[in-house]
């Protein structure tokens, strides 16, 4: 409690002066931000949008806007790179994505220190859903190699879900005393049970939720409560016991915002998903908010950093080419 005690009070400090210096920028009258983010966050964003544009025109002033762009995380980076999509505000679903942007010069070699809770407004994890009844009694990882049984999870060449999913299928194995050898062997076996790769969460939810492609979907446990509240009592939520600890982190791109004058507005928006407002929104949409929360079952989430040494081993290790996923992928059939 002290700790979350004093993150809000840094927070409220942050948020304040960030505030204080958007009220006092010249021609800052009515701006926009663009927040490039990845799939699933649409609903998260379109409440907590509204509730920030407000709070920022009654204490500055000036009225903002907020563009959103989706799609697969690790994409969503790229596109971002390429300029192809602009950005004043990332809000992705993978460290090494931001990463990405900061090795490119687009985000400053600090950003993770610049926000609360080093830049990690809400965690999450990879949660199973299934059929109504769980007709396949879908437990655990091992029983997604059933025979016959079909796995609906998005590429993880594109989407952080996708890299996630098969993070936590490795740490499933390596956790329990398994071998990287027997992780490898699982993994392998796992996506010869995948009959779908969506680019992103939310085209792999499309398939198994809309299309009924599937018996098992790997997916963000946001993501889960959305797809099942959908379907109206059609598919249900299995939590494994354990899964990867997902952690999507939050950084305004300083090219952009220096070169625009955003700076002071994609600061203020940023501080703001630490506030307790934001965090209340954050929970009840299904993240796990940084304040400690019962509303979520238990489970045994398991950091990156327990398969890899960090994130650019981890990208090193199973997403570069010839990397672990690479390979798999190569020898998957068509």
């Given at each position: 409690m002290r700790r979350w005690l004093n993150l809000g009070a840094v927070t409220a400090v942050c948020v304040a002066f960030s505030l204080i210096v958007a009220k006092n920028a010249p021609g800052n009258a009515s701006q926009?931000?663009?927040?490039?983010?990845?799939d699933p966050t649409r609903e998260l964003y379109q409440a907590l949008n509204p509730l920030f544009v407000a709070s920022y025109e009654k204490q500055t002033g000036n009225h903002l806007s907020i563009e959103q762009s989706h799609g697969g995380s690790s994409r969503q980076a790229r596109r971002v790179i390429s300029g192809e999509q602009p950005a004043d505000?990332?809000?992705?679903g993978l460290y090494s994505d931001i990463e990405a942007l900061r090795k490119r010069g687009l985000v400053a070699a600090n950003w993770a220190d610049r926000l609360p809770n080093h830049s990690l407004p809400y965690t999450s994890t990879i949660v199973f859903v299934v059929r109504n009844g769980n007709p396949l009694h879908v437990k655990d990882w091992p029983d997604l190699l059933t025979p016959g049984l079909e796995v609906v999870t998005p590429d993880p060449r594109t989407s952080g879900n996708g890299k996630l999913a098969a993070l936590a299928a490795w740490a499933a194995t390596t956790a329990r005393g398994g071998s990287e050898g027997a992780a490898n062997a699982y993994l392998t076996a796992l996506y010869r049970h995948v009959k779908v790769l969506d680019e992103g969460a939310r085209g792999a939810a499309?398939?198994?939720a809309v299309q009924d492609i599937g018996d098992v979907h790997l997916t963000w446990e946001n993501e889960a409560l959305r797809e099942v509240a959908d379907a109206k009592g059609r598919l249900q939520i299995v939590y494994p016991p354990i899964s990867i600890l997902a952690e999507p982190y939050v950084a305004w791109v300083d090219r952009s915002v220096a070169r625009d004058g955003k700076l002071a507005p994609a600061k203020a928006y940023l501080n703001?998903?630490?506030?307790?407002?934001?965090q209340e929104t954050i929970a009840r949409l299904g993240?796990?908010?940084?304040?400690?929360?019962?509303a979520f079952p238990p489970m045994t989430l398991v950091p990156v950093t327990a398969i890899a040494r960090d994130w650019d081993d981890a990208n090193e290790k199973f997403f570069a080419e010839n990397g672990i996923i690479d390979t798999i992928m190569s020898a998957r059939p068509k």
């Amino acid at each position: 409690m002290r700790r979350w005690l004093n993150l809000g009070a840094v927070t409220a400090v942050c948020v304040a002066f960030s505030l204080i210096v958007a009220k006092n920028a010249p021609g800052n009258a009515s701006q926009k931000l663009v927040n490039v983010s990845y799939d699933p966050t649409r609903e998260l964003y379109q409440a907590l949008n509204p509730l920030f544009v407000a709070s920022y025109e009654k204490q500055t002033g000036n009225h903002l806007s907020i563009e959103q762009s989706h799609g697969g995380s690790s994409r969503q980076a790229r596109r971002v790179i390429s300029g192809e999509q602009p950005a004043d505000v990332v809000t992705l679903g993978l460290y090494s994505d931001i990463e990405a942007l900061r090795k490119r010069g687009l985000v400053a070699a600090n950003w993770a220190d610049r926000l609360p809770n080093h830049s990690l407004p809400y965690t999450s994890t990879i949660v199973f859903v299934v059929r109504n009844g769980n007709p396949l009694h879908v437990k655990d990882w091992p029983d997604l190699l059933t025979p016959g049984l079909e796995v609906v999870t998005p590429d993880p060449r594109t989407s952080g879900n996708g890299k996630l999913a098969a993070l936590a299928a490795w740490a499933a194995t390596t956790a329990r005393g398994g071998s990287e050898g027997a992780a490898n062997a699982y993994l392998t076996a796992l996506y010869r049970h995948v009959k779908v790769l969506d680019e992103g969460a939310r085209g792999a939810a499309t398939t198994f939720a809309v299309q009924d492609i599937g018996d098992v979907h790997l997916t963000w446990e946001n993501e889960a409560l959305r797809e099942v509240a959908d379907a109206k009592g059609r598919l249900q939520i299995v939590y494994p016991p354990i899964s990867i600890l997902a952690e999507p982190y939050v950084a305004w791109v300083d090219r952009s915002v220096a070169r625009d004058g955003k700076l002071a507005p994609a600061k203020a928006y940023l501080n703001f998903l630490f506030s307790d407002a934001a965090q209340e929104t954050i929970a009840r949409l299904g993240y796990r908010p940084i304040k400690p929360s019962t509303a979520f079952p238990p489970m045994t989430l398991v950091p990156v950093t327990a398969i890899a040494r960090d994130w650019d081993d981890a990208n090193e290790k199973f997403f570069a080419e010839n990397g672990i996923i690479d390979t798999i992928m190569s020898a998957r059939p068509k």
